[in-house]
């Protein structure tokens, strides 16, 4: 509120506000839900009717998520409903707005799941198309970096369908599209793997012990345990712990009862 008043005392210049209001969107990633709601009321209030569309939809999309995660799923819809109807079509949208609409519409889509309107998101999965860029056009960043979370979601719809290829290749995609794991040797040490790749191969692992492929699951994940670093409980803890369930399932797939319980002694030790 602070802000706000100041920014309204000294008559900043818009382009001033615009970046505020970014930094605040921006902020409304980390934190709890409740600073988080208040920092997208502070960018909201700050620019006014003003706004520039891509704000407002990065307003949007942040806050159908936050309702989302609170299990209000009809007003994560009713948010994006309010947007869309007054948004741009794709025809015209600039990279920017093509890529935010994605993520509106694959928000929506995470609704559907969570809402268990599985035939109703598959259907409607053709609706991201509309906003990826002409044939032959050059994607920007932001919107390459979308397909990742386009594919990860798409993936869910397939597997709540019992399509699990189809949901395996989305998740495959998926891997492949994140940047490289973290391997020691004797000369070099990369950067951090995204956390984003283990739930991914978890997922993946998961599918590949439906169909019975449990010597390629063991494999997947053994290869991401390796790449972890040993300073545990560091940075990636949980992403640890997560990889040990799937390979505890694999183990017990394959009848490994005894290394299932050592598996099962080390979750102890995490889980006090």
């Known amino acids: 509120d602070h802000l706000i008043e100041q920014s309204k005392a000294f008559e900043l210049p818009k382009s001033t506000r615009i970046t505020i209001a970014e930094i605040l969107v921006a902020k409304a990633r980390v934190g ?32 159908s998520i936050l309702l989302r995660l609170e299990g209000a799923y009809h007003s994560s819809e009713q948010e994006i409903l309010d947007y869309q109807n007054g948004a741009a079509s794709y025809e015209v ?3 920017r707005l093509r890529a935010l609409s994605r993520l509106l ?5 995470e609704n559907l799941i969570q809402l268990e309107a599985y035939e109703k998101a598959e259907k409607e999965i053709r609706e991201l198309n509309k906003w990826e860029p002409s044939e032959g056009a050059l994607w920007s960043p932001m919107e390459l970096s979308v397909n990742f979370k386009k594919w990860s979601t798409v993936s869910k719809i397939y597997q709540s369908r019992g399509r699990l290829e189809s949901a395996k290749s989305h998740l495959v995609r ?16 990369l950067p951090d793997p995204d956390p984003n790749r283990f739930q991914i191969i978890c997922r993946l692992s998961d599918l590949l012990c439906a169909d019975g492929y449990w010597v390629d699951a063991r494999s ?14 560091g940075k990636f803890a949980k992403a640890l712990t997560r990889l040990k369930v799937s390979l505890l399932d694999v183990d017990i797939a394959e009848s490994k009862y005894d290394q299932a319980s050592s ?10």
């Open 93 to 95: 949208a600039n990279p």
């Open 263 to 272: 598996g099962i002694e080390w979750m102890k030790q995490q889980f006090v």
């Open 174 to 189: 998926c891997y492949s599209f994140l940047r490289p794991e973290r391997l020691r040797n004797d000369t070099e040490l």
């Open 32 to 63: 709890s839900s409740q600073y988080n709601r208040q920092s997208l009321d502070e960018a909201t209030e700050l620019l006014g009717d003003e706004i520039p569309d891509y704000i407002r939809a990065s307003i949007v999309l942040r806050r």
């Open 105 to 109: 519409l694959i928000s929506h889509l």
């Open 220 to 233: 997947n994940i053994e290869y991401e345990i390796n790449s972890i670093s040993s300073d545990f409980p």
